[in-house]
Structure formats: C-alpha cells, structure tokens
C-alpha cells in the first residue's frame, strides 16, 4: 500500500476526536439552552402569578373598600378615583386611561418587557375592578382606610416584585428626575400632594384626611412588600485582627465573607500605608449587635462601616438560620 493511500486511514481518528469534541460542544450548548429555558419560564410563571395576586388584592382594596366610602390614593389611582367620584365615569376605563401616557413613556425609558407586564397587569385590574363582585366589608372610615391601603399596597408592591406596576406615576417620577435635580420620592410627595389638595377641595377635608390615611397604610405595606421582613445590613470592617473577625462571622454567626486586600493609610499626607484585609459581610438587623459585640472583643478599634441593603440574592445570608447565643 502506498503512502497517499494510507493517509486517509491516518486522518480518521483525529477527524472522528473532531466529531466528538463538536457533539460534546452541542451537547453543552443544548444542556445551556434548556436551563436557561427552565429559568426563565419558572421567571416568567413566577411573574404572572405575583401580577395575577397582585390586580386582585389591589381590585379588593378598590371596590371592597375605597370606593364606596369616596376614599382616594395617591398617584394613578387616587387621580382614577377622584375622576370617578366627581364626574361619574367608570372607575375601569379610568383606570386605563389615566395610565395610558405613563405606559408610553415607560416604553421609550424602561423597555418592552416592562411595558407589556404593565399594560397587562392594568389591564386586569380594570376588568377585576369590573366584573368581579368583590363585597363590601365594612363602613367604618378608619377601618376603610387602613385596610383598603393596605390591599391596595399588598397589590402594588406584588406587582413590583412580579415586574410591572399598577400605578403610572412613578415612571413620571422617572423622566422628571433625569432632567431635574429632584429625587423620585420629591415628585411623588409633589405629586400626592397635589391629589389631596384637590380632593380635599372636592370632597371635603375629612375625606381628604381620611384618604391620606388610606396613602400611608398602602406605602408601607409597599415598602413590606418589595423589602421584605428582613432588612439586610452590609458591614464592612477593617481591623489588623481580621482573621480572627473573620472566624468569628464563619463560625458563631454562620455567615459568608468576602475579603479586599487593602491598604490602611494616615497621617497629613496620607502616605504611610499598610497592607491589611478588609471584611464584607451581610447580615439581618436581629445579628447586629450580636456582630458588635465580637467584634469589640476581639478589636475595639475596628473601624466597621453599615449600610443598609434591600435585598440579597444568594451567598449565606438565606440558606442558614440564625445560630443560638
């Protein structure tokens, strides 16, 4: 057998160890594609289940309980409910109507997705607020008003946390905010300001008392919503004992560290450094002071920096329980 001959026999291993590498090389593309499948329909179905709670939490709040006594919100809504109760027009084409602009403008800002969740999520809490015969719980004004806010903001923060919103004005807040100096809380409170100066014009000053009630339990139970129960701390702590802090956050808190290399400096001029590690850890408010303590055991003169953080997404913080004393 001549050499050309032999030399297709040579090449077939190598090209049979291409074969593999590629079918290996699609078979983790594939093995990709599919989590990255799973992950995003257990987000999608997790989405519409929190906007499905949340249009009917806040429809409760609505009909069950604003709207038979003249209560108002803030916002989209309040705007929606003080045109109902003046004019006589439908709350569910309000509902849509008053948000329509914010939806336009949550599009050029914020992105389809965004926009298509929220119209949606609008959408079903008109036909909620509609067809759904939600009753009337009570007529005591101080009971409305708290527990109508606080469906009503059980409802909006919900929504939030599925990706959309049920309430327009805060993606105005958004487009004045980059193009003034104003924060978003500012133009909220400018804006809920204005709502129940009118309403309280309108509808008298007892009802405008009574709605900003109704404002103050539906805002925090927004803030409950979105936050959670927990509020997180991040804790930094810089201290030449940092091993021993260290073992002490591992070991008796069971939570997670992350560790800087760092350079400590002082003096005028700031020139005389000195390499040390620097601790970052998160943890709940109930473990501050339990933090405090081991540390000014171990270091009196740490310097330890908090700040307050809204949410964590994986690392320690969730998967332990808190350790006994």
């Known amino acids: 057998m001549s050499m050309l001959e032999k030399i297709p026999g040579l090449l077939k291993p190598e090209i049979r160890n291409r074969h593999k590498a590629g079918g290996a090389e699609s078979a983790y593309r594939l093995a990709k594609n599919m989590y990255q499948f799973r ?6 179905a997790r989405d519409v289940f929190l906007l499905m709670l949340g249009l009917l939490s806040a429809g409760f709040g609505l009909k069950g309980f604003l709207m038979p006594t003249a209560f108002v919100d803030g ?35 914020l992105g389809t997705e965004f926009v298509i969740k929220t119209s949606l999520t609008i959408f079903g809490l008109a036909l909620a607020v509609a067809f ?69 014009w309108l509808l008298g000053i007892e009802t405008a008392m009574y709605s900003v ?48 290399k760092g350079a400590r400096g002082y003096g005028k001029s700031g020139h005389n450094t000195t390499e040390m590690d620097i601790l970052f850890t998160v943890i709940t408010r109930l473990e ?7 540390i000014a055991t171990i270091d009196p003169n ?3 920096v908090m700040s307050s953080i809204k949410d964590t997404r994986g690392g320690m913080i969730k998967k332990r329980p808190l350790k006994e004393h």
Not at 39 to 44: N, T
């Open 39 to 44: 992950v995003m329909l257990k987000r999608g």
């Open 75 to 109: 916002g989209a809504t309040g705007i929606s409910l003080l045109i109902n109760e003046t004019t006589g027009a439908p709350l569910p084409v309000l509902l849509i109507f008053v948000n329509l602009p914010f939806i336009v403008m949550a599009y050029v800002q």
């Open 132 to 200: 759904i015969p939600y009753p009337v719980v009570t007529n005591d004004k101080i009971l409305v008003a708290i527990f109508g806010g606080l469906l009503l903001g059980m409802g909006i923060g919900l929504a939030v946390r599925g990706g959309g919103v049920l309430d327009g004005t805060e993606v105005l807040a958004i487009y004045i905010t980059r193009r003034t100096s104003l924060t978003i809380g500012d133009v909220i409170l400018l804006i809920n300001i204005l709502i129940f100066s009118v309403a309280g």
């Open 213 to 260: 009630l109704t404002y103050l339990a539906a805002s925090k139970t927004v803030d409950f919503i979105i936050e959670g129960i927990e509020e997180y701390t991040g804790v930094t702590i810089i201290s030449p004992k940092c091993k021993e802090i260290a073992r002490v956050i591992t070991d008796e808190l069971g939570r997670g560290i992350t560790v800087y």
């Open 288 to 294: 501050i002071s339990r933090l405090q303590t081991e």
């Open 302 to 304: 740490a310097f330890v």
